[in-house]
């Protein structure tokens, strides 16, 4: 597996990052089954490893903790804070009060001294960004955390935290977490832009589209998901342009088996393709799924494959909107309208 510069930290990581979102109760609750799966990602050579607090609850810190007993120094190891972790309104959020709590918790679950990336999770209108950076770069200064990470930010809110890391000599973020994939493609436009000209890694979540890329759901199967059964927009199929999104789907089901890979294979590999993009996260709840994912590190698409793909879903563009999960704050409804 050939390995990626981090951004400008110095640091290499492999291409595929192993999401821990599923292991616990929220996906595949056996233990030792979750363990196998880290260990076979590990031996695959994937060096990196992403989860966060909230994930069932605490329990997939523990999870990856535990299996890396023995093998923490082979691993990128990244988590992330700001979910609600109770009803307490303070058990959340990126106030220098929550941090400092926090990261002792993760600490702990993860059964480590350290914290590769600590990420905020979701960015806070209601918190100055110099609270969170201060606080963040305390942890830096006493060892507990050696880099610093956003995920869902916007381009503006990027640069506003670049500046005041400059300003207030503070700690910067090194990387953005935002979703990618062929059907959500917004981030080209603004976000990859800016963290590239910040000099920033870019982890990408969702390559897969929340299953939609998956090959799970197809036109007129019977595996299609309802909106009873997938409550939300992102699974209406009455909406028009979840209509557009499975006759993409068979698009690119016959573009990738044109170009002798998976439907996975394809959508993992155009995300890891962009130069842009340091590493895909994926997150399997089974070894088979992990198993599926493997193989799209090692291949490039060509460029009438590409151009292929921009002809279904052109570039800048997210197929429905409602598949947009970051920089929704600042399009609020008060946002958009002049209400006083």
Known sequence: MEYRPLGRTGVHLSPLCLGAMMFGPWGNNDTADSTRIIHRALDAGINFID?????????????????????????????????????????????????????????RRLDTDYIDLYQVHRPSPDTDVEETLGAL???????????????????????????????RNLERFVTEQPPYSILVRGIEEDILPTVQRHGMGTLTYSPLSGGWL??????????????????????????????????????????AGQSGVTLIELAIAFVINHPGVTAAIVGPRTMEQL????????????????DRIDQLVAPGVTANPDDNSYGAHELTEQARR???
């Open 214 to 255: 998956s090959g799970r759901w197809r036109k007129d199967s019977a595996s299609a998901p309802t909106s009873s059964a997938r409550p939300g927009a992102r699974f209406d199929m009455t909406s028009p342009a979840n209509q557009r999104k499975l006759d993409i789907v068979e698009e690119l089901a016959q573009l």
């Open 51 to 107: 989860t966060a607090d909230v994930y069932s609850g605490g329990a997939s810190e523990e999870i990856v903790g535990q299996a890396l007993e023995g093998r923490r120094d082979e691993v990128f190891l990244a988590t992330k804070f700001f979910m609600p972790m109770s009803e307490d309104p303070n058990h959340r959020g990126g106030s220098r009060r929550w941090i400092i709590r926090e990261v002792e918790n993760s600490l």
């Open 137 to 167: 770069t305390d942890l830096v200064r006493q060892g507990k955390v050696r880099y610093i990470g956003s995920s869902a930010y916007s381009g503006s809110q990027i640069v506003e935290a670049q500046w005041a890391s400059r300003e």
């Open 291 to 306: 198993e599926s994912y493997l193989p799209a590190a090692d291949i490039t698409l060509s460029t009438d494959v590409l």
């Open 338 to 340: 002049r209400q006083t």
